[in-house]
């Protein structure tokens, strides 16, 4: 069976509010689409005057009966706000608060306004950008989209967010899109600012893989035997500056006392690993502080570099996306936008971090692996602790106490929130003698993304109402 729109669903963290605590693990409740403030609250005339930046978490779930996986996944901003506020996405933790979010730094992806037509054939592509706080990863993808018509003739009564269809020229209200998900014209989405989202048979979209080019062996320097600090030559090649991308940042190689070691930048420029110093300016290749090696590397040995451009530079809000592929298709400027997007190859419920604390007693995970109900799967570490031979009592770490089981039967431990179980342990797969105080532990994951949204209201900004932020998604 494969995956149908009704499968995939946006449900809100556990905890919605404006503290470090915010957000959190996957709760229950439904995102609903097209409902007005079911993510982000009214924003109040005082934080309009004073400006404020608020994040909320959500979770984009399989719930495919069958937990079939949903494959190539993408997340983007659909279109830039039409108030003087901006959006941005990122990729959480299943776990993760906004205190630890903010701790890390995420990358947040925006979307933008094509700045230049293109007529295809570009490998490069100019955006404005809603938010300039955003970023495109080497090696990702830009969902480039024209989806949208523009100076449209819209009746008064209609607000932002609402279901539209095309009657007599004018765009009016309806109930609900029946279009079996695409949004198809003569049905759209009222954005505001008298533009509406809808599928024409002239719209085009794609998803365009970025830049990721990557130097490798570069010579800094080259060792005396002596000196723990040389002096670095700049990077070559940074003029847009150096990739920050968690696992494909700088690492250095130098031979020292004969043997090979390397220093990993990070994408904040501090430098780790066999040294006790060292800063790179991410944004111009330039060194502010030598690498200090742990010992000296060796005369005559190169001290090389390998590394990969920034995928776009950007002035301000004026960005420039630069490409691994062709643009395929015309765009034009006035209903074109740009977005970052988050991606997944694969999103399907696991189990893993079997720990099996017995001196005779065992559970073939392998051989008979949990079954996993996409609806009832939750992240959370889980124990068996055996209380005689053939008895257990199971509880979670985020769940609690979740019944007891026997090696006997089935043990499927009910998520009473949803209705079904939060997984399935097969008998089968238990094999020799337990004793009271053995215990199984093992780790389920939803099929699900985090997806932190953030919302960035600037001071004095004016007043406008029904504002509207639309995410888009594909999978297959």
């Known amino acids: 069976m494969s995956i149908q729109i009704e499968d995939m669903v946006f449900r809100k963290a556990r905890r919605m509010t404006d503290t470090g605590l915010n957000g959190g693990p996957k709760g229950r409740e439904l995102v609903v689409p097209g409902a007005r403030h079911n993510l982000f609250p009214r924003v109040t005339r005082t934080e309009r005057e004073a400006g404020i930046i608020r994040h909320r978490k959500q979770y984009f779930v399989n719930e495919n009966p069958e937990s079939e996986p949903a494959w190539g996944v993408v997340l983007f901003l659909e279109h830039p706000s039409m108030g003087e506020d901006s959006f941005a996405i990122a990729l959480g933790t299943q776990q993760d608060t906004q205190q630890q979010l903010l701790a890390r730094a995420p990358a947040w992806m925006g979307v933008g306004r094509l700045a230049t037509e293109l007529t295809g054939g570009e490998t490069a592509v100019q955006l404005v950008m809603e938010d300039a706080d955003t970023v495109f990863e080497n090696g990702g993808l830009l969902h480039l989209s024209n989806r949208f018509l523009v100076q449209q003739t819209v009746h008064e009564a209609v607000r932002p967010g609402d279901a539209v269809l095309l009657d007599n020229g004018t765009w009016r209200s309806v109930d609900r899109l029946d279009?079996?998900?695409?949004?198809?014209?003569?049905?759209?989405?009222?954005?505001?600012?008298?533009?509406?989202?809808?599928?024409?048979?002239?719209?085009?979209?794609?998803?365009?893989?970025?830049?990721?080019?990557?130097?490798?062996?570069?010579?800094?320097?080259?060792?005396?035997?002596?000196?723990?600090?040389?002096t670095l030559t700049s990077l070559a090649h940074a003029a847009d500056g150096v990739c920050r991308v968690d696992g494909k940042?700088?690492?250095?190689?130098?031979?020292?006392?004969?043997?090979?070691?390397?220093?990993?930048?990070?994408?904040?420029?501090?430098?780790?690993?066999?040294?006790?110093?060292?800063?790179?300016?991410?944004?111009?290749?330039?060194?502010?502080?030598?690498?200090s090696w742990n010992t000296p590397p060796d005369a005559g040995t190169a001290v090389t570099i390998s590394y990969r451009e920034r995928a776009y530079r950007s002035t301000g809000s004026a960005v420039t996306v630069l490409l691994n592929e062709q643009v395929t298709g015309a765009y034009g400027t006035a209903n074109t936008v740009g977005a970052g997007c988050l991606e997944m190859d694969s999103l399907q419920a696991s189990a893993d971090g079997w720990i099996m604390s017995s001196t005779a007693g065992t559970y073939d995970?392998?051989?008979?692996?949990?079954?996993?109900?996409?609806?009832?799967?939750?992240?959370?570490?889980?124990?068996?602790?055996?209380?005689?031979?053939?008895?257990?009592?199971?509880?979670?770490?985020?769940?609690?106490?979740?019944?007891?089981?026997?090696?006997?039967?089935?043990?499927?431990?009910?998520?009473?929130?949803?209705?079904?179980?939060?997984?399935?342990?097969?008998?089968?797969?238990?094999a020799g003698i337990f004793a009271a105080g053995d215990t199984i532990a093992f780790s389920t994951h939803p099929a699900a993304v985090p997806v932190w949204m953030r919302q960035t209201v600037p001071a004095g900004a004016p007043e406008i109402s029904h504002n509207l932020m639309v995410l888009g998604w594909y999978c297959e």
């Open 179 to 230: 279009t079996g998900g695409e949004i198809l014209h003569p049905y759209g989405l009222y954005l505001g600012g008298d533009t509406v989202l809808t599928v024409t048979p002239s719209s085009r979209e794609e998803w365009l893989r970025i830049a990721d080019r990557l130097h490798e062996g570069e010579v800094l320097t080259t060792g005396n035997g002596l000196s723990y600090a040389l």
């Open 249 to 291: 940042t700088p690492v250095l190689t130098a031979v020292c006392g004969g043997q090979v070691q390397t220093v990993t930048v990070n994408r904040d420029g501090q430098c780790s690993g066999y040294c006790t110093a060292g800063a790179l300016q991410m944004d111009t290749g330039v060194w502010s502080t030598p690498v």
């Open 365 to 430: 995970h392998a051989g008979h692996p949990p079954v996993l109900p996409h609806d009832g799967v939750e992240e959370d570490s889980w124990t068996l602790t055996f209380t005689s031979a053939t008895s257990f009592l199971c509880a979670g770490l985020q769940e609690g106490d979740v019944g007891a089981g026997s090696v006997a039967s089935p043990f499927s431990p009910v998520n009473a929130s949803a209705g079904v179980p939060y997984f399935v342990l097969d008998p089968a797969g238990f």
